[in-house]
Antibody, heavy 115, light 108 residues
Framework: EVQLVESGGGLVQPGGSLRLSCAATGFTFSNFGMNWVRQAPGKGLEWVSYISDNSNIIYYADSVKGRFTISRDNAKNSLYLQMNSLRAEDTALYYC????????WGQGTLVTVSS | EIVLTQSPGTLSLSPGERATLSCRASQSVRSSYLAWYQQKPGQAPRLLIYGASSRATGIPDRFSGSGSGTDFTLTLSRLEPEDFAVYYCQQYGTSPRTFGQGTKLEIK
C-alpha cells in the first residue's frame, strides 16, 4: 500500500525557516517524481514544487522560487522541502504527492507563519 | 502560466442526478495533461481522472472525464451521497502546474 507521511510543520516567525519531510513506503520511490502542494486554511490547492525521480528536473511556483528548495534522498525514500524567508502567506497545510498526476497524497503537515 | 477557471463555483443537486463540472484553460493544455481531484472536508485530495479521460485506480465508472485543448469536463452520471465534495482540476503539462479554484458540489 502506498503511503506518504509528512512531518516537520509547526509555528515559525516571519523570516524564519522550516524543513518539511515526506516519508514514502509501499512503492519504489526512486522510480517516481514527487511534488509538494499546499492549501491555505479554507482555500484551494496550490502546487509548490516538483522534483523528478533522479533529481535532474526541478520546478517551482513563482510564489516560492528563490525561497524554497525541494530535494530527495532515494536511499532513505524521503522527500524534503527547505523553506526559508517564510511569510504569513506561506501558512498552509503542506502535502507531498506522487508523480506527474499526483496519484497519491499524504495527509499533510501544517505550517503556520506568525509572530 | 495557464489559468484554469472552473464553473460553476457551487453546484446544488440531489442524489441520483447527473453533475457536469467545467474546467476552462487560458491556453491549450499540452497532451491533455489534465487531472481532476475530489476533496472532502478534513481529507487530502484524491485523484479521480488523469490524462483528461482516464479513471484512476479504484474510481467508480460513474465518474468520467472528457475534453481537450482548453475545455474539459468532469461528469458524475448518478450522484451518490458520498460524491458531495469539492472538485479541482489541475494541468500538469506545463510548469508551473496550476489548479482551478474548485467547484463545490452540495446536496440540494
Amino acid at each position: 500500500e502506498v503511503q506518504l507521511v509528512e512531518s516537520g510543520g509547526g509555528l515559525v516567525q516571519p523570516g524564519g525557516s522550516l524543513r518539511l519531510s515526506c516519508a514514502a513506503t509501499g512503492f519504489t520511490f526512486s522510480n517516481f517524481g514527487m511534488n509538494w502542494v499546499r492549501q491555505a486554511p479554507g482555500k484551494g490547492l496550490e502546487w509548490v514544487s516538483y522534483i523528478s525521480d533522479n533529481s535532474n528536473i526541478i520546478y517551482y511556483a513563482d510564489s516560492v522560487k528563490g525561497r524554497f528548495t525541494i530535494s530527495r534522498d532515494n536511499a532513505k525514500n524521503s522527500l524534503y522541502l527547505q523553506m526559508n524567508s517564510l511569510r504569513a502567506e506561506d501558512t498552509a497545510l503542506y502535502y507531498c504527492a506522487r508523480a506527474w498526476e499526483l496519484d497519491y497524497w499524504g495527509q499533510g503537515t501544517l505550517v503556520t507563519v506568525s509572530s | 502560466e495557464i489559468v484554469l477557471t472552473q464553473s460553476p463555483g457551487t453546484l446544488s443537486l440531489s442524489p441520483g442526478e447527473r453533475a457536469t463540472l467545467s474546467c476552462r484553460a487560458s491556453q491549450s493544455v499540452r497532451s491533455s495533461y489534465l487531472a481532476w481531484y475530489q476533496q472532502k472536508p478534513g481529507q487530502a485530495p484524491r485523484l479521480l481522472i488523469y490524462g483528461a479521460s482516464s479513471r484512476a485506480t479504484g474510481i467508480p465508472d460513474r465518474f468520467s472525464g472528457s475534453g481537450s485543448g482548453t475545455d474539459f469536463t468532469l461528469t458524475l452520471s448518478r450522484l451518490e451521497p458520498e460524491d458531495f465534495a469539492v472538485y479541482y482540476c489541475q494541468q500538469y503539462g506545463t510548469s508551473p502546474r496550476t489548479f482551478g479554484q474548485g467547484t463545490k458540489l452540495e446536496i440540494k
